[in-house]
């Protein structure tokens, strides 16, 4: 304990510490059952998870943990120690209106789910997901209504991963983004311009995929030290700044794939890896929440792994990884990487533009499933109508439609909006970024990050969750959040793509 620090200060940051320490330990699991676990240990690794999740409830429900926040906020704090009070006590307080039962049954259902939801997947078959999944929407509803009876349960779920954007912002984004990237997806699909697919006729062993995908992250800058990367059935990234491990997944036809998941999961990690060493275990030391986070992978994805510089950088390297694309060019492989796909029905191989309207579907799939307005039976019928009207396709089955994502099968509800809200979190940052950089096409092209992942690092990553997501948005770029960055810079990059 430092001597100008006061007491019920560190009395707070030793309980949450134990708090923050079950948690790590929770994701451990989590990733190894989606990882490495032998099928048939489902059973007992829902009770161990289940477990797990009720003593920290526990842990951060505690008396000695509600004691100690009330100290502390009589105590003379500065700016950070009172935002971690801020953090702690919000956090205390919404796990405090929840019974332990609750949210031992919650976890173990997810547990189970996962199970169900992977099975489902490989047989096509939502009947076998949707008696689990209307367990979880209940569960999920009960949880809303103990921490607050009288509002929309589905913004005090949206809560759990965007605390302080809230529900109307996002609605106000999404419904932004519906108006005006709709015409710019159309004036797309009547342009005379044909881009590029290099990838369409070939096939490409997981091996040659694998290799190439650890040697972009080593170029990135992945420290291997601290990350590991592996396969899952959904590309996911789990740890801390001390242990962070990414997946992705292989298609023999869609290399493409595998490269954007990886440099997406590569953000998350790069972010989680720059959280400050010396804070593991409190706020300062935990990322703000989703939207921030997911602003970090969709930067690395799109603004760097989807840029001109980029795919001149590593055109190489991906002719020597694949037979059969001996005379494909930086600019093909880069345009190749920029078609857009609205006839696509698979978010995580969504261009940059479909991509909000994948997210849109769901969004209000979820809020309606969650709100008691859509019964669970009537969800891939309700997802195949919203994607003829928003795309212009209609799913085939079930894996292509409502089972393509692994979210709700977590019983998350309330994540999705995060994905759009930090694509444009991350425009606007990357503007930030570049005002203060210069051009940044040139050091892309050189392999030189060193620049963009240090400003980062002072401007995002090195305050934790000190301040609030819009106070840390103005912090780094000097203006509220706002999606004109985006909406500019999607509006340039497509029209000179398709001679607009």
């Known amino acids: 304990m430092s001597a100008d620090t006061p007491q019920a200060y560190d009395d707070l940051l030793e309980a949450y510490r134990r708090v923050s320490?079950?948690?790590?330990?929770?994701?451990?699991?989590?990733?190894?059952?989606?990882?490495?676990?032998?099928?048939?240990?489902?059973?007992?690794?829902?009770?161990?998870?289940?477990?797990?999740?009720?003593?920290?409830h526990e842990l951060l429900t505690d008396d000695e943990v509600a004691d100690a926040l009330d100290a502390a906020a009589e105590a003379d704090?500065?700016?950070?120690?009172?935002?971690?009070?801020?953090?702690?006590?919000?956090?205390?307080?919404?796990?405090?209106?929840?019974?332990?039962?609750?949210?031992?049954?919650?976890?173990?259902?997810?547990?189970?789910?996962?199970?169900?939801?992977?099975?489902?997947?490989?047989?096509?078959d939502f009947s076998q997901f949707a008696p689990i999944l209307e367990e979880l929407v209940e569960l999920r509803r009960e949880y809303a209504a103990e921490i607050d009876p009288d509002r929309d349960p589905y913004a005090v779920l949206f809560e759990e991963y965007e605390p302080y954007l809230g529900l109307e912002t996002a609605e106000e984004v999404l419904e932004q983004l519906r108006e005006e990237l709709v015409p710019l997806i159309d004036a797309v699909g009547d342009s005379d311009v044909t881009l590029p697919d290099p990838f369409a006729d070939g096939t490409y062993s997981e091996q040659a995929q694998e290799e190439l995908s650890r040697e972009i992250l080593t170029d990135l800058g992945y420290d291997w030290e601290r990350g590991r990367l592996d396969t899952s059935s959904h590309p996911f990234t789990s740890g801390n700044q001390f242990d962070c491990r990414v997946t992705t997944r292989f298609l023999e036809d869609d290399p493409l794939s595998a490269l954007t998941a990886t440099i997406h999961e590569f953000g998350h990690a790069f972010y989680s890896l720059g959280l400050p060493q010396e804070e593991y275990g409190t706020p300062l030391g935990s990322s703000r929440n989703l939207s921030v986070h997911e602003s970090q992978s969709r930067l690395w994805e799109n603004h760097v792994g989807r840029s001109r510089p980029f795919w001149e950088l590593i055109e190489e390297d991906v002719r020597g990884a694949f037979d059969g694309l001996e005379d494909v060019d930086g600019e093909a492989f880069y345009r190749a990487a920029n078609r857009v796909y609205d006839d696509n029905l698979i978010r995580v191989d969504a261009d940059e533009l479909t991509y909000h309207m994948h997210i849109v579907v769901r969004f209000e799939i979820e809020r309606d499933l969650v709100n008691g307005d859509l019964d669970v039976?009537?969800?891939?019928?309700?997802?195949?109508?919203?994607?003829?009207?928003y795309l212009g396709v209609r799913p085939e089955n079930d894996a292509e439609g409502a089972l393509q994502d692994i979210h709700w099968s977590h019983g998350n509800f309330g994540y999705f909006p995060t994905y759009t809200l930090g694509s444009v979190m991350a425009a606007q940052l990357y503007a930030a970024a570049e005002d203060d950089l210069g051009d940044l096409d040139e050091a892309i092209h050189e392999g030189e990050f060193e620049d963009l992942q240090t400003w980062l690092r002072e401007n995002v990553h090195r305050h934790g969750a000190r301040y609030t997501t819009d106070e840390l948005v103005e912090l780094a770029t000097g203006e509220s959040y706002t999606a004109d960055y985006f909406l500019d810079y999607v509006t340039e990059k497509y029209s000179e793509l398709y001679e607009l």
């Not at 099928?39 to 289940?50: I, K, N, T």
């Not at 702690?88 to 939801?117: D, G, N, T």
């Not at 039976?377 to 919203?386: A, I, M, Q």
């Open 377 to 389: 039976e009537d969800v891939p019928e309700v997802w195949n109508d919203k994607y003829e009207q």
């Open 21 to 56: 320490n079950l948690e790590s330990a929770v994701g451990v699991l989590s990733w190894d059952q989606q990882v490495t676990m032998p099928d048939g240990g489902a059973p007992a690794r829902s009770r161990q998870l289940s477990t797990l999740s009720g003593l920290r």
């Open 77 to 124: 704090l500065n700016d950070e120690q009172q935002a971690v009070v801020r953090e702690i006590r919000r956090e205390h307080e919404r796990a405090a209106a929840v019974p332990r039962e609750l949210i031992e049954q919650i976890s173990a259902k997810s547990s189970e789910a996962l199970e169900v939801w992977e099975s489902a997947k490989a047989e096509s």
